[in-house]
């Protein structure tokens, strides 16, 4: 992981684009950098690019399903899992492999 503190961001307190981490702050708390280390595991699992392809056409679905960008974004299946998962500090030494997909809202 690569950490860049101190990005100007939009409404959001970091982002994964591995193998980088961009945070706003420039003290960012241990829940993101947990939060944005789930991420980067599910960029590496999906070897990166599916990861993004995968994560905007879950959105596109969600946004359509709930007509909400907010809604859309936190239903995500990656997010959910990161979420859900980002205070737990010990999460990644034990996740199975692919765990996002217990995450996925197919109804």
């Known amino acids: 992981m690569i950490l860049i503190k101190g990005i100007k961001l939009p409404k959001i307190l970091g982002i ?5 981490v961009l ?5 960012p708390g241990k829940t993101i950098l947990n939060h944005e280390r789930i991420h980067l595991r599910q960029q590496i699992e ?3 690019l599916p990861f993004y392809v995968w994560y905007l056409l879950e959105w596109l679905i969600l946004l359509i399903k709930h007509r909400n ?4 974004y936190r239903n995500i299946s990656f997010e959910k899992e990161a979420y859900r998962n980002e205070n737990n500090f010990h999460y990644l030494k034990n996740r199975p492999f692919w ?3 217990k995450y996925l809202n197919i109804k």
Not at 16 to 20: E, G, I
Not at 23 to 27: D, E, G, L, N, Y
Not at 69 to 72: E, F, H, K, N, S
């Open 16 to 20: 994964a684009l591995w193998p980088f």
């Open 23 to 27: 945070v706003k702050t420039k003290t």
């Open 46 to 48: 999906m070897l990166v």
């Open 69 to 72: 960008i907010d809604r859309a």
């Open 99 to 101: 765990s996002f997909i």
